[in-house]
């Protein structure tokens, strides 16, 4: 099952029977959907079930098999201009691990050619609590402040879209407070986000719509304010226990 | 362009801080230089072979092994952790993040020949003083070919369960043809031969070095892809 929501305003993400396969299995299979500036998905659906594979798609990392994915109107994958529009954040931290954070989070900045880059790492390092560890190489970090600066790298750019792979792993609850304030500031000034995570009631609290996925395809796609949290929660348990 | 040299700049930049805080590649490679030198001068008759005629042979086999090690760790440094994720969801060029491995691979193999090349001098005990600017020159070209081939490959190479063999295995048939190249001229050299006659062998460098920087440019976006 497809869905598409219509929005007010223009759309920021427009995805339209996207698929993308490995070799003969489709990770991502006719997905469509769209979101406005402001607008946040939440993507719930068990392992394997094509939530990062689509993520990956639409941060320009994977080519689509099939279908259109649009950011900022520029069809993916778009070359520098879309991928300058995105912020990705992963389970995996992507920093290296001999730098500090500031430099890491320095080197992020000089790749999107952040204007006055010096302040907005500091600010980025500010949002995410870790000025004082600003200058202590990544590797001698705990995994839930690494992942703080991961945040924090992913944001240095102002992104427009946010695409968060179970952003709040390895978090502690300060640091996952500090995430979800943040996204929701984002979501404020009219960033568009999608997460993915596998706490429902997480995702549900910052979303706008949510969706469950299930072999690649959306088998649930709600706007927030119609979903009972409840029957969500077991149409995920479902998904989840049909996936075996 | 120049948004592709600046960025190519900071990436080469990153990764020379990774090599500087860390120094495991660098010290491995001056280490595995210096010990291949002395194997070779103990394992060398000098009544039957003339010492002009071994060192270059010994220079080209212990820099081209040695630079494997560098350029190895040049991709390595991006799997850990998918750090290449970030690289490739900026906006940078395809052709920047090349451009700015292939720069740090030749700062990390020209600064191992710094060490090398006078470290050969004084124990073969070969002449410098005339030689010291084509060699330099025959040094600089062959780096310049070996480091494109070898950043093409270790982006190949890196995704694999055996990396640390593979890259060698597929780097080693395209560095032939420069190190044939710079181990002829240099021989040309040290045995006092004029410059003119290693001149053909320093236009095949050239020509190699423009030929594999292209298409190795060229190329790189593929190895990456999807």
């Not at chain 2, 592709?4 to 010290?27: C, V």
């Not at chain 2, 982006?155 to 043809?177: K, S």
């Not at chain 2, 240099?186 to 298409?215: H, M, N, Q, Y």
């Amino acid at each position: 099952m497809s869905s598409t929501i219509s929005l007010s305003g223009p759309p920021i993400v427009e995805v339209a029977e996207l698929t993308r396969a490995f070799g003969s299995r489709r990770a991502v299979a006719g997905v469509t959907f769209s979101l406005a500036p402001g607008d946040c998905l939440a993507l719930f659906g068990p392992n394997g079930a094509g939530k990062t594979t689509l993520l990956r798609v639409l941060a320009g990392l994977l080519r689509p098999t099939s279908g259109t994915a649009r950011i900022s109107g520029v069809e993916l994958p778009g070359g520098a201009l879309a991928r300058s529009c995105v912020g990705l954040i992963s389970h995996h931290t992507m920093l290296y691990e001999a730098l500090s954070p500031r430099e890491n989070v320095a080197f992020a900045a000089g790749l999107y050619g952040v204007r006055d880059a010096r302040a907005r790492v500091e600010d980025s390092l500010r949002r995410m609590s870790m000025l004082d560890r600003s200058d202590a190489p990544v590797r001698s970090l705990s995994r839930g402040m690494q992942q703080r600066v991961s945040i924090a790298r992913a944001m240095v750019h102002s992104p427009q879209v946010v695409l968060a792979d179970e952003p709040y792993s390895g978090l502690d609850e300060s640091g996952a407070r500090s995430l979800t304030a943040l996204l929701g500031e984002l979501r404020s000034s009219g960033t568009a986000i999608i997460i993915v995570t596998h706490n429902l009631a997480e995702g549900l609290s910052l979303s706008t719509y949510a969706a469950v996925m299930q072999r690649g395809r959306f088998v649930r796609y709600d706007a927030r304010d119609g979903i009972d949290p409840r029957s969500y929660a077991a149409t995920y348990r479902e998904a989840v226990a049909s996936s075996g | 362009m120049a948004d592709t040299l600046f960025a190519a700049w900071l990436i080469a930049r990153k990764d020379l801080a990774i090599e500087f805080r860390t120094r495991s590649a660098f010290l491995s490679a001056v280490v595995f230089s210096l010990l291949g030198l002395v194997i070779f001068y103990y394992s060398w008759d000098p009544t039957a072979v003339a010492v002009t005629d071994l060192a270059p042979g010994v220079l080209w086999i212990v820099f081209t092994f040695s630079g494997l090690l560098g350029l190895h760790r040049s991709f390595g440094v991006e799997a850990a952790d998918h750090a290449i994720d970030g690289l490739l969801a900026s906006p940078v060029s395809r052709e920047a993040i090349f451009l700015g491995k292939a720069i740090a691979n030749l700062i990390f193999v020209v600064a191992v020949q710094l060490i090398a090349i006078p470290a050969l001098m004084l124990f073969y005990n070969l002449p410098v003083g005339d030689i010291a600017g084509p060699l330099i020159a025959i040094a600089l070209l062959a780096a310049i070919g070996l480091v494109a081939v070898g950043t093409l490959f270790s982006a190949m190479a890196v995704n694999t369960r055996l990396a640390e063999l593979l890259l060698p295995m597929l780097a080693l048939p395209f560095f032939l043809p420069i190190v044939i190249a710079a181990s002829q001229a240099t021989a040309k050299l040290l045995s006092g031969r004029p410059i003119t006659e290693a001149g053909a062998w320093l236009k095949l460098l050239l020509a190699f070095d423009l030929v594999f920087v292209a298409a190795c440019m060229l190329t790189y976006p593929f190895t990456i892809e999807d």
